[in-house]
């Protein structure tokens, strides 16, 4: 488990010099929250996000009827709460996403989950902004990539370093070596 711990903060360590990285906080539900009023569908909802490792999510409800429970995925389809991998009740509880994979979350209060209230969010490693190209203007013939032939077409800003990318191939390694899933 250690070991773990030490490939995940090298991996964060990694990402802080390969390239600007900021992280997210995501309020589940958006402006309404944590509820099983169904006015969200939680996995809509999940799917327009994308969420990575060192992201934050904040599950905001009222506390008197609700609660957030993260389970396995068998938990989650059979809506059981029973067996919890962790429990929060604070009405404003905040999670931070440490690994990639599936974290599945329901209410356990009683009917709330088969009313739609889970959520399976699907957390995948970061990419450095550096390593994002910048969309480059259309040519008439229908590619958009730089040639030796224009060279006014090639620019610092449209060319990438490879030492972030090997950096971030190489925390992956590790990562996949060391169990984690993606």
Known sequence: MAL???ATLAFFVMMAFSGAYSSVVYRVGDS???????LVD??????????????TLIFAYNNQFHNVMQVSDQDFQSCNAT????????GSDTITLKRPGHYYFLC??????QAGQKVDIKVSLPVPENLIPS????????????????????????????APAIGLAFATVV???LGFEF
């Not at 067996?83 to 604070?90: G, Q, V």
């Open 4 to 6: 773990r711990n030490i």
């Open 32 to 38: 309404d929250g944590w509820t099983s009023r169904g």
């Open 42 to 55: 939680y996995n809509k909802w999940a799917s327009t996000k994308d969420f990575h490792i060192g992201d």
């Open 83 to 90: 067996s919890a991998i962790s429990s929060y009740t604070s």
């Open 108 to 113: 356990g209060a009683p009917g709330h989950c």
């Open 135 to 162: 969309p480059s203007p259309s040519s008439p013939y229908g590619s958009s990539s730089p040639s030796a032939s224009n060279p006014e077409e090639m620019s610092p800003s449209s060319t990438l370093s490879s």
């Open 175 to 177: 990562l996949f070596l």
